[in-house]
C-alpha cells in the first residue's frame, strides 16, 4: 500500500509523457503530468516510467490497494476524433481467429504474477460508451426520425419506430418476437435443452410460460397473424421513408455547421444502484454498450469497405408472401408440412441495426456485448473485473455462434427479408469477433412449423405448456421433425464462419472507470 500510494504521489511531479504511453488530447494540448487511468482501461500497466514502478503497480492492483484504478478518478488522455472516439486500421480475419487483447496491457502483467483484478459496488455499464442519440449522427449511420415524424398504420409501419421510444415497447403487445421464439419452440425444457448442450442456467420451463403469457395480450389495433401491406400502409411506408430522408438530410447539414451532437451517454443515462444481481448487471450492460457496438462495427467496416454504413431498425412485422415454402425431404424422411399464416400468432423481430454493404446487400445486425462484471466472491455485495486478457477471470468475446442465437437471426432475417446476418460479440477488454450466418428457408420451415404447432395448442386454446412439450408423446413424424429442428439449429451454429476481427474497437472518450 506504501509503496502504491508513493507512485500516486510522486505521478504528480511534472515529467515528461513516456512514448505510447499517454497520447495527448484530442484538443492538441499535451498529456496530463498526472498518473492517468486511460479511457480504455487495458493499459494500467504501462503508466509507470519504467518497468520497476510497472511491477510495483502491478503488486498493488492485486491487492486492491489502489481505488483509484477501480473508481476512475483519474482523468482520461486519450486522444480522439469526433464524439470523443477514435477508429482504429481492421484486422485480416481468419478462420478460427479470436480478437486479441490490446496491445498496450500484453499478454501479460510485468511481474508474471496473477492479472490485476479491479472490484467496486457499484458497476459502471456506461464505461466508455456511447448512446444511440450520438450514433445517429454519425456520417455512416441513417436513423429512424423520431416518432413523432412517422405515420404508424398497420404492421409494416412498426419498422419506422425507433427502438428506445415507448411506442416500440407497446407494439409488442401479442406479438410473438426474438426474446420469446427460444420458449415458444421447447428449447428450454430440459430434454431439448441436453440435445442443444445449452448452459444448465437456460433450461427452465418459465421460458415457455413467458412466451404463452406474453400472447396472450390483445396485439394492437390492426395487428393479427401474418399479412401483406395493404395499399394504405403501403403510401405510410412510402411517407415515412421520405421523412427519414429528410431527418438524415436535417443530421448532415446540422453537423457541417457544426451543430450539438448529444450530450455524454453517461449523463443521460441512469447508473445501477447497489445491491443489483450480476444479471441485472449484465442486462443492463448489454443495452448500454449497444450503440458503442454498433460504432466500432461503423468505423472497422467503413476503412475496409468504403461505401457501407448502418440502418437503424424498428420492429420488423413477419408478411403472409415471406413464409417460406419447405422444400421436398430426402428420401426416409419426414416431410414438414407447409405453414398457413392463419395458424400463427402475429411474428416480428427487432435487429440491432441493417448493415448496408456497398454493392447494395443488407444484413441483420445482432450485436451481443459480453459482460466483462463478475461477482467477487471475496466481497460479499461486490463485483470485479479482471482487465489481462490472459486472466481466467476475463471474459472475451464469443469465440462462435451460440445455439441459443440462431433462432434469433434466423428469425430477423425472415422479418427483415434478408438473406445473411451478422452477429457481433463485443467483450470489454479482448476486442470483437464479427460472425457471418445465413438464411436457411429449410429451418425456418420447422420453425415456423413448431411456432405454429405451440399457437394452436396452447396459445389459441389456452393451455399452458407442461414439461417437455415438444415432441408430442407417440407422434413419430412430429419427434423425427422436432429432433431434425434441434440438428440443424446446432449446425447452423457450427457452419457461421468468422467475418472479421476487430482487436481495437472504438470507445468514446471518458474519465470513468468500471465502477462508479
Not at 173 to 189: D, H, I, K, Y
Not at 403 to 426: A, F, I, N, R, Y
Request: proline share 9%.
Amino acid at each position: 500500500l506504501l509503496v502504491a500510494l508513493a507512485l500516486l504521489g510522486s505521478a504528480k511531479q511534472p515529467r515528461p509523457a513516456p512514448t505510447n504511453r499517454a497520447p495527448a488530447s484530442s484538443a492538441g494540448t499535451p498529456a496530463s503530468s498526472q498518473m492517468v487511468v486511460p479511457a480504455n482501461a487495458f493499459t494500467a500497466l504501462s503508466l509507470g516510467s519504467d518497468e520497476d514502478e510497472d511491477a510495483a503497480l502491478a503488486d498493488a492492483l492485486r491487492g486492491g490497494s489502489v481505488d483509484a484504478l477501480a473508481t476512475g478518478s483519474a482523468p482520461s488522455s486519450r486522444a480522439s476524433n469526433r464524439n470523443g472516439g477514435g477508429a482504429r486500421p481492421p484486422q485480416q480475419a481468419a478462420a478460427g481467429n479470436t480478437a486479441r487483447p490490446h496491445p498496450n496491457l500484453g499478454p501479460h502483467s510485468p511481474s508474471g504474477g496473477r492479472a490485476p483484478i479491479v472490484h467496486g459496488r457499484v458497476p459502471n455499464i456506461h464505461w466508455c460508451a456511447t448512446s444511440h442519440d450520438e450514433l445517429r449522427w454519425h456520417a455512416a449511420f441513417r436513423a429512424l426520425p423520431p416518432v413523432e415524424h412517422v405515420r404508424v398504420g398497420g404492421p409494416s409501419t412498426y419498422a419506422h419506430v425507433r427502438q428506445d421510444d415507448p411506442l416500440w415497447s407497446e407494439l409488442h403487445a401479442g406479438v410473438l418476437t426474438s426474446r420469446n421464439v427460444m420458449g415458444a419452440l421447447g428449447f428450454c425444457e430440459a430434454r431439448a435443452a441436453r440435445q442443444l448442450g445449452l448452459q444448465p442456467g437456460m433450461a427452465s420451463g418459465r421460458k415457455a410460460e413467458s412466451a404463452f403469457w406474453a400472447l396472450q395480450e390483445p396485439p394492437p389495433a390492426g395487428c393479427g397473424p401474418p399479412s401483406d401491406p395493404t395499399d394504405a400502409d403501403s403510401a405510410l411506408n412510402a411517407l415515412n421513408a421520405k421523412a427519414t430522408t429528410a431527418y438524415n438530410e436535417g443530421l448532415f447539414i446540422a453537423t457541417a455547421r457544426g451543430g450539438k451532437q448529444g450530450g455524454p451517454a453517461a449523463v443521460r443515462q441512469r447508473h445501477l444502484g447497489g445491491g443489483c444481481s450480476i444479471s441485472q448487471v449484465r442486462c443492463a450492460w448489454g443495452s448500454a454498450q449497444e450503440a458503442s457496438s454498433l460504432r466500432s462495427l461503423i468505423e472497422d467496416l467503413s476503412l475496409s469497405e468504403p461505401g457501407c454504413y448502418l440502418e437503424e431498425a424498428g420492429l420488423c412485422m413477419l408478411s403472409a408472401s415471406d413464409l417460406p415454402l419447405p422444400a421436398a425431404p430426402a428420401p426416409g424422411r419426414v416431410a414438414c408440412p407447409p405453414v398457413l399464416a392463419s395458424a400463427l400468432p402475429p411474428i416480428g423481430a427487432s435487429p440491432d441495426g441493417f448493415a448496408v454493404r456497398a454493392d447494395g446487400t443488407r444484413q441483420v445486425v445482432e450485436v451481443k456485448n459480453v459482460c466483462p462484471f463478475l461477482s467477487d466472491r471475496q466481497r460479499p455485495n461486490q463485483f470485479c473485473v479482471a482487465l489481462d486478457a490472459d486472466s481466467g477471470m476475463s471474459r472475451g468475446p464469443h469465440a462462435s455462434i451460440l445455439v441459443s442465437h440462431v433462432p434469433q437471426l434466423q428469425l430477423e432475417m425472415l422479418c427483415s427479408d434478408v438473406k445473411t446476418g451478422l452477429l457481433v460479440s463485443t467483450s470489454a477488454c479482448q476486442g470483437i469477433n464479427v460472425f457471418e450466418i445465413e438464411r436457411d428457408d429449410d429451418y425456418l420451415s420447422l420453425l415456423l412449423h413448431f411456432l405454429s404447432l405451440f399457437y394452436t395448442r396452447h396459445v389459441l386454446p389456452q393451455e399452458v405448456p407442461g414439461d417437455n412439450f415438444f415432441p408430442r408423446a407417440g407422434d413419430t413424424d412430429e419427434a423425427a421433425l422436432y429432433d431434425e429442428l434441434l440438428g440443424r439449429t446446432a449446425k447452423l451454429a457450427r457452419d457461421a464462419k468468422l467475418e472479421r476481427t476487430i482487436a481495437q474497437p472504438w470507445r468514446a472518450a471518458s474519465s470513468s472507470g468500471f465502477f462508479v
